[in-house]
């Protein structure tokens, strides 16, 4: 049997940076990226444009299995509609985490990200990158921060993409998000027992990469001449 493509999973909270540093790490590899925090977030946008009822399994996942989705660069489109700015809100972010939640949503979503398993190589970010989706990955990655500086990293993104931002609501917003993603039955957010893990708190994002790429060098996914590039 053929040897399935390499996979590095970046796992870890809302605003821990994972997002950045997957695709600083798939740009370094020329891997595609998976964000898988972008299809839950997809699903809770078309939910709630269709007035789908957002506990309700069984509805949500039959209308996910009948989008299109495609990603062009920066840009998501779902059934041709560009939702790229849409599923950044934190009203989507936090339905995200509501349908994210259930089995059913799950089970729809996971075939949309192992497909995506493809030569020569996949950087997937999430909460369960490393633990249910992608449990053979050579390389795992278990970004975490302190949550004042996650609202503070959170804040300025929102502000730098002209969107509405309110500190205090998104502390409580990642607090309730953080107890949801730990907490729920159904691949709970966790380490895997063989992730490296990394507390960005008080690290740049440059030494960041550097130790992620330390990682992957030493499983020998990665050849000297990408060492140096930008
Ligand atoms: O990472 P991001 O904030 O875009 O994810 C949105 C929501 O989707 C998260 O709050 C989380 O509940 C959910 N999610 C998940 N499993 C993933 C990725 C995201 O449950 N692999």
Known sequence: MAMPAPVVTVDGPSGSGKGTLARLIAQRLGWRLLDSGALYRIVAAVALARRIDTANGGDLAAMAQQLTIEFRDEAVLVDGEDLSRRIREEAVGEAASVVAALPEVRAAVLRLQTDMRQLPGLVADGRDMGTVVFPDAPVKIYLDAGLEARAERRYKQLIDKGLPANLPALLASLRDRDERD????????????????????????DRVLELALDRVRAVGLMGDTNINQP
């Open 182 to 205: 730990k907490g729920r039955v159904v691949s709970p957010l966790k380490p895997a027992p063989d992730a490296f893990i990394i507390d960005s708190t008080s690290l740049s994002i």
